[in-house]
């Protein structure tokens, strides 16, 4: 089976703080995504990556950005969290988007 | 870019009954149609998905059917059981097997079974 772990279930930080969001996976995938997922408007793309040190925006960038050092392993950085940064953040691998069990963060 | 527009946002059917789930997409050069389903506190979870030159796929209880001319795709499911509440996502591609892949999602549909 696939698996796909991200680093917290649920997290809370204060505005300002620099926060880091960590997402392994095991198949040797070469794409990997960041989304954010708010009621009502379904899964954002953030940044996503086909190989190792390259990364693409995806549909909502600003005020993030990525880290890919190593193929299993996909950073999501927040430089300085906003309160409407507070969201679930889900992390996909592969073609066919294994989804992590998502981190819960919470801004205030 | 492309859109994806999913109707509708909520759809309660009795245990039993069949439910439908449609998706309008935009850009006719579109090629790769999954469908997500999303469990209470986990993950989406690929549970069907068409390629543009196929017009429906079956599996088991679930379908889809693809329209490429109206540019609109279905989930079907039939004999719905409670196991098959959860919000259900269907998505488009324009970029399968590229490099640059990625997914549009629609807003998602939440499901309910009554029993």
């Known amino acids: 089976d696939v698996k796909v772990t991200q680093s917290s279930r649920y997290l809370v930080k204060r505005t300002g703080e620099k926060v880091f969001l960590e997402c392994v996976q095991d198949?040797?995938?070469?794409?990997m995504f960041w989304y954010r997922q708010d009621p009502g408007l379904g899964l954002r793309l953030i940044y996503f990556?086909?190989?190792?040190?390259?990364?693409e925006k995806g549909d909502i960038p600003e005020g993030y950005s990525v880290s890919r050092e190593k193929k299993e392993r996909f950073s999501l950085i927040l430089e300085s969290a906003s309160t409407n940064q507070t969201s679930m953040y889900l992390c996909?691998?592969?073609?066919?988007?294994?989804f992590g069990p998502g981190t819960r963060l919470t801004v205030t | 870019g492309e859109n994806v527009e999913q109707h509708p946002s909520t759809l309660s059917v009795q245990e039993g009954d069949s439910a439908v789930i449609k998706c309008t997409y935009s850009?006719?050069?579109?090629?790769?149609f999954p469908w997500y389903k999303q469990e209470l506190g986990k993950g989406p979870q690929l549970i069907i998905d068409?390629?543009?030159n196929v017009g429906e796929k079956k599996d088991q209880r679930i379908a889809v059917t693809l329209n490429k001319t109206a540019k609109h795709f279905s989930l079907h499911i039939t004999e719905t059981q409670p196991e098959d509440s959860a919000v259900y996502f269907c998505?488009?591609?324009?970029?399968?097997?590229?490099?640059?892949?990625?997914?549009?999602w629609g807003a998602g549909t939440k499901l309910i079974i009554k029993p």
């Open positions: 996909a691998s592969g073609i066919e988007q294994y």
């Open positions: 198949m040797d995938h070469e794409n």
């Open positions: 990556s086909y190989d190792v040190k390259m990364k």
């Open positions: 850009d006719s050069a579109s090629n790769y």
């Open positions: 068409i390629r543009s």
């Open positions: 998505a488009a591609s324009l970029t399968f097997m590229d490099s640059n892949y990625q997914l549009i």
